[in-house]
């Protein structure tokens, strides 16, 4: 009833408009007045007589508002609008209000986002203007010069992220970006994501786990470049909120549709969650962590740097991509993100060859989480995996097989083992099992940092962590299959040197064989002189570049390898200086290693020959 | 035995003539100097030699080693036996480069019982470079250690055809191999205790007895339950298991009722060692409380006869000591009350080493020193450890104390030179740049110098058989393993007050300036305060290995003004800038020449001084 009451009052109730201009203290002149103004005092709408309706003006029920010094807005009505009028009055008061605290808000962000701009700008142009004049004060010591360097690019690399973080915002916020829609490999991106965060928790000291779970599709369809940055995101976070000597925790998996069998899945949602046990955020931040220009402060965590854009940006990709992010966190507990993304399945394009059904092959490993997922992954590909968990256990086993001519296919080395460094036990491995035995390591480590070493120890193939099965599959069926075809598996895979020319000179006949079926298997063609003299002379017949290397030996009659390699290097042709000389002898001092150096050689390999060392040879000159 | 193989080592036991000749024997000095001279010649002519013999003997050999007959193959076996063997050390780096050689052999020919044989003889090479590693953290010798271990568990794991092997030698490698799994450092002594229970219970099994009745089983049970009772030296209380404790209590009585025995009827005492392991395992036990023991320990150390010189009096009068040490580290509550008696028996080992005869010639009296030097405790009353380090270089090294010598010499006048110039030079070493007083600090600077000078290379002691006891240039593993010697050198000078000051000096002395190249790899210039110090300590060494000291074992040999040449060629890159510019001045140049030329007589001259004291105290 009330209701109907005061519904009939708004409609018979009229209400007009005047701006009132002030001139001096009692007098004065409308300056403007709408219709309802008009029709209340009477008057025409298209030419009003102003002084009129002034005056009507002041004989009507009136509420004065002051817009400024000279202005008022009388706002003009009937008699029982009153109630009316305060009530939206004080709505449109509360909604001016709302609006200019979220300008207020907004406006403070963007002042302190500008405050912090300028510091976390002003920080890395410090350093990069600072550390300029201290490398251009000491230029002449080298090593004071290259560390200024590496702190250059170091603060340039953190500009530079700063700067896109800003323009990723301006897109987002201009309706400017757009995802890309393309094949991707899932594992290819997790280890992109485990080499770039993985040395960045080592360096505070952080446990960095990266977990796999249920994988059905690795080959997947969507915007590869934006997903690592959402990932790289919150896990850059998780490092940089976490002490030293914490722990960070990743897991990846993939859930289906409900209802659909994997065979017939069209998109999986790709599951990620991070978890840490950092200093976590307050109940408070957590409604504004997807807010721009937001970031935790806390006294325990000094100079964090970044945008406070990280994770506005996060929130938009995962909406933009269709997924869902959720973050709970506890302050001084940790935090854990959590975030799905349907994704498209891409069909899978299988290189690898089969592997051998049945076939027993040796893992040693001593992590045991590893350890069931690699037993795992191998069963699956019709292997009969034998685990052995320390290097000693490793060794017996392998020698009675050797000795019952049951030898494995290979062997998987793992991460990590009680009683040894991995790359020792390769190495007697290696020694043990001839240099066809293909060994395979499974590791954390970044390949780049431990090639040479694992290489030089006789290790084959590498397969990084976090493990896939199909790329520890097609690795291992691909380093089986070079066994078993006759090619040599000491060696990475693409080892097909058949476009190279090698010059072997060596005087015992059956050191001649050794190395040309050691060099065989490589493709590489080799020609053999065999004498120092000899080798001069054919040198100089050949076209120019027409060999690659030269191997060396020392001990030789009519010309030794010395004497041969001076030669060489004085001839007037281009490649006299240029062609790569290795030293092959027995003779083992340091000094002989000068020697070899200074007759103009350019590496040593000791006699009797390792295969493997060989190889390490080619590798280096070929690859 | 062929021509050349027997001239070589015949070679090798002269070079060890010559070095042990080192005591004046009532010359002056400078006949003792002309003496010095005339040997280190003398040496140089029987290195080079060596090297021929090794040249155009033994490498064809291995060069062809598959075309080696069966006459070959057992010369080179029986030549690698004199290099290495139970009673002599001739050359332990040829010994392992012929085994190697010998083991490719046997497996290229899948020759089964030659396999076996060579892993053993290789993993007894691994394990005497092991025991040179003494004192290091396992993470620094595992490489060694796991070679080693991992030759005789392939040759152990053939124990499964023992039945099918029917030559009793093999049979014999198989269980020796066995039984030597348990040599070495392990991560945990549970772990080493668990090894040596293994081969005691094959060894135990009387049906391998019976297969092979002619080897020494009881010799072979006997070793295992010594290594068992040794594992007790080097375990702490904490990281022992009651059962770990139960296994050594066993193999302890047993070798303890086998001295008893050993003993019985005659007037000899029970040896120190068994009366030590018999108390500590009383102690693991918990039948004795640790001042029980430590008392004991007290009574064997006091009751050893500081005028005998065997082994037995010798691990009881420095062994002890560093097992004493080692329980007080363990428990520094227990140090205050056994201070003044530590004090004590340092000097009591002080005086001991000085009265030795021959003392530079015993591999065991250097080994328990190495092992007192790892433990030892330094108190304020104490003899300064830098000290005790010095007498080792005297004692046993005089060629490292003469290139520390000249080399703290030539760095103490560089130091002066550097301070004439930049009084600052050196204010990254927080107590040098706390010196307020301008002249003090000019005067301590050098004097810091001459100091890292002589301690830069204690490392080095470790590895006797490589720097001083040179019979030919170094193999390339040698050269690998000799740089160890900063990492030992590290480790020693760390840890006491009265050496900390050195410990970068020694670990980062080979590392290059611009970072890269040298060793070891976990030095970071930048990261060290004491590098400005570590620079002209590196840049002297180098100076003097290559104009005089190092020019054996390398074969690197240059003059002196050849050396400043190549030093500076050198810059920015192996030395610092700062420091190369300086040695372009022709006066500075000429200074240290003279310096290190007064750095060599006077060195000379200290050590004829020292042996001339020590020979004083001499027993009649």
Known sequence: MEMEKREKEDRLAKTGYVVFEKEGIDFGRILYADDGACELAGLKREEPDLTALLKAAESLDTDRVTLDRGHELWILNTAGSRQMRLAELERVNAALEDALKAAEEANQAKSSFLSNMSHDIRTPMNAIMGMTAIGLAHIDEKSRVQDCLQKIKTASAHLMSLVNDVLDMSRIDSGRLTLNEEVFSLADLIHDIAVIMRPQAALKNQKFHIEIGQIYEESLMGDPLRLRQILVNIIGNAVKYTLEGGEINVCFKQNLTNGVSSEEQNTVRVDFVCTDNGIGMSREFLKRIFIPFERVNNSTISKIEGTGLGMSIVKNLVDRMGGNIDVESEEGVGSSFHVEIPLGVAPLSRNGRALPAGQTILVAESLDERAVMIMRFLKEGGLVPVQKKTGLETVTWLTEEQFEDRMPCAMLLGQKLPDMPVLELAAHVRQLAGPEFPILLVSEEDWAQIEFRAARAGVNAFVPCPLFQSRLLETLSELIARTGEGGEASSDFHTDYSSYRILLVEDIELNQEIVVEMLSVTGVQVEVADNGAKAVEMFEASPEGHFDLIFMDIQMPVMNGYEATEKIRSLSRKDAQTVWIVAMTANAFVEDIRLSREAGMNEHCSKPIDPDRLQEILRGRFK | ?620
């Open chain 2, 1 to 620: 035995m062929r021509a050349y193989q027997e001239e070589y080592i015949a070679n090798v036991k002269e070079v060890s003539r010559y070095t042990a000749r080192r005591r004046p024997n009532g010359e002056s000095f400078e006949e003792y100097l002309e003496e010095v001279v005339t040997d280190r010649e003398r040496v140089e002519r029987k290195v080079k030699r060596n090297m021929e013999l090794l040249r155009d003997g033994l490498f064809p050999v291995l060069d062809h080693i598959l075309d080696a007959n069966e006459e070959d193959i057992g010369e080179l076996f029986a030549f690698a036996e004199k290099l290495l063997n139970g009673r002599e050390e001739l050359d332990v780096g040829l010994f392992c480069l012929i085994h190697k050689a010998l083991l490719n052999l046997a497996r290229l020919k899948k020759d089964r019982s030659g396999i076996i044989r060579e892993l053993y003889w290789q993993g007894i090479g691994y394990n005497n470079l092991c025991n040179k590693l003494v004192g290091l953290e396992l993470t620094d010798s595992e490489k060694y250690v796991t070679r080693m271990r991992l030759c005789f568990t392939e040759a152990a794991a053939c124990l499964k055809y023992f039945d099918e092997i029917e030559d009793s030698d093999t049979r014999g490698y198989i269980l020796r191999s066995l039984a030597n799994m348990s040599l070495g450092t392990f991560k945990s002594p549970s772990e080493k205790i668990r090894t040596v229970k293994r081969s005691l219970l094959i060894l135990q099994d009387k049906e391998y007895q019976k297969k092979e009745p002619t080897l020494p089983w009881n010799r072979y049970i006997y070793m295992a339950h010594q290594q068992m009772a040794a594992s007790i030296s080097y375990s702490k209380e904490s990281t022992m298991t009651p059962q770990d404790v139960e296994c050594v209590m066993e193999s302890v009585y047993i070798v303890y009722q086998n001295r008893l025995k050993e003993v019985e009827g005659k007037e000899e005492l029970l040896p120190v060692r068994t009366r030590f392991s018999y108390y500590a395992i009383e102690y693991y036990c918990g039948l004795d409380h640790l001042n029980g023991l430590l008392t004991k320990l007290e009574r064997l150390m006091d009751a050893t006869d500081s005028a005998d010189f065997s082994v037995e009096s010798m691990y009881g009068m420095i062994s002890l000591p560093a097992f004493y040490c080692q329980f007080l580290n363990q428990y520094p509550d227990r140090l205050q009350e056994r201070k003044e008696y530590l004090e004590r028996i340092y000097l009591k080992v002080k005086d001991y080493v000085e009265a030795f005869p021959e003392s530079a010639e015993n591999e065991s009296l250097f080994f328990y020193l190495r092992q007192l030097s790892k433990t030892f405790i330094e108190t304020e009353r104490s003899i300064p450890y830098k000290d005790f380090l010095q007498m080792l270089q005297i004692r046993f090294a005089p060629e490292i104390y003469v290139h520390s010598w000249i080399v703290g010499t030539a760095a103490e006048e560089f130091c002066r030179i550097i301070m004439d110039e930049n009084p600052s030079f050196f204010d990254d070493i927080d107590f040098i740049r706390e010196i307020r007083d301008p002249a003090e600090k000019k005067r301590r600077v050098p004097q810091y110098a001459m100091e890292c000078g002589m301690y830069h290379d204690v490392g080095k002691l470790n590895f006797m058989n490589l720097y001083s006891l040179t019979v030919r240039q170094w193999f390339e593993e040698e050269y690998e393993m000799a740089h160890m010697h900063t990492l030992v050198g590290e480790s020693l000078l760390a840890d006491r007050l009265s050496t900390r000051h050195y410990a970068e000096v020694a670990k980062g002395h080979h590392y290059w300036y611009d970072g890269s190249r040298g060793y070891p790899e976990s030095y970071r210039r930048l990261n060290c305060q004491y590098r400005q110090m570590v620079d002209v300590i590196g840049l002297m060494d180098w100076l003097d290995n290559v104009t005089y000291t190092a020019r054996l074992y390398k074969g690197v040999e240059k003059t002196f003004d050849e050396a400043v040449e190549a030093a500076i060629a050198l810059e920015g890159r192996r030395f610092s800038p700062l420091l190369t510019a300086m040695l372009r001045d022709s006066v500075v140049a000429e200074r240290l020449k003279a310096a290190f030329a007064k750095g060599h007589r006077e060195a000379y001259r200290r050590l004829y001084e020292e042996y001339g004291k020590a020979k004083k105290r001499l027993p009649e």
